[in-house]
T-cell receptor
Framework: QKEVEQNSGPLSVPEGAIASLNCTYS??????FFWYRQYSGKSPELIMS????GDKEDGRFTAQLNKASQYVSLLIRDSQPSDSATYLC?????????FGDGTTLTVKP | EAGVAQSPRYKIIEKRQSVAFWCNPI?????LYWYQQILGQGPKLLIQ????????DSQLPKDRFSAERLKGVDSTLKIQPAKLEDSAVYLC???????????FGPGTRLLVL
């Protein structure tokens, strides 16, 4: 079992729809959770971080964390073609981060 | 504020040759990471430095890979000898003290023939 698992995708949604990206992790004591966006041929960049159970909203992005279920998700509302990228989930414990393999999202105009 | 700098951006070598990558983190960032990202996979941590000390190098293939961070600022990652399976993007990232958010450099794309 991988430490951080993401839906392999690809995920395709129409422009304006909600995109839902999921991530599960195996280390129950993980403390910090991150979503990074990686455009093709580029390096990852941080979108959201979340540290406590519940929802955290930032513009069109909402991160959701459920530590009991060891599950973290990212919702993208009003998806735009510019959101087309690979989304990486990263889970951190005591300063050590582990990345999932990412979910590739395509937003079709 | 300048971002994380890496060089070279691209490198093509033949197997059994050696190669070195350089990284300069964001000024003042104490933590520096080297990742290997194979196409279609997520970044895999090779080594993590806190200032000039190694925090984690459990996934570094020490028979061929080495890294150093002299003076706690810039860092070099070396592969000697390279294998075909080392073809990947090598990402350097840094974090401020006490934070876990990572800021990535542009990466070095390595092709081993």
């Amino acid at each position: 079992q991988k430490e951080v698992e993401q839906n392999s995708g690809p995920l395709s949604v129409p422009e304006g729809a909600i995109a839902s990206l999921n991530c599960t992790y195996s280390d129950r004591v993980s403390q910090s959770f991150f979503w990074y966006r990686q455009y093709s041929g580029k390096s990852p960049e941080l979108i959201m971080s979340i540290y406590s159970n519940g929802d955290k909203e930032d513009g069109r992005f909402t991160a959701q964390l459920n530590k009991a279920s060891q599950y973290v998700s990212l919702l993208i509302r009003d998806s735009q073609p510019s959101d087309s990228a690979t989304y990486l989930c990263a889970v951190s414990n005591a300063g050590k981060s582990t990345f999932g393999d990412g979910t590739t999202l395509t937003v079709k105009p | 504020e300048a971002g994380v700098a890496q060089s070279p951006r691209y490198k093509i070598i033949e197997k059994r040759q050696s190669v070195a990558f350089w990284c300069n983190p964001i000024s003042g960032h104490a933590t520096l990471y080297w990742y290997q990202q194979i196409l279609g996979q997520g970044p895999k941590l090779l080594i993590q430095f806190q200032n000039n000390g190694v925090v984690d190098d459990s996934q570094l293939p020490k028979d061929r890979f080495s890294a150093e961070r002299l003076k706690g600022v810039d860092s070099t990652l070396k592969i000697q000898p390279a294998k075909l399976e080392d073809s990947a993007v090598y990402l350097c990232a840094s974090s401020p003290t006490g934070e876990e958010t990572q800021y990535f450099g542009p990466g070095t794309r390595l092709l081993v023939l």
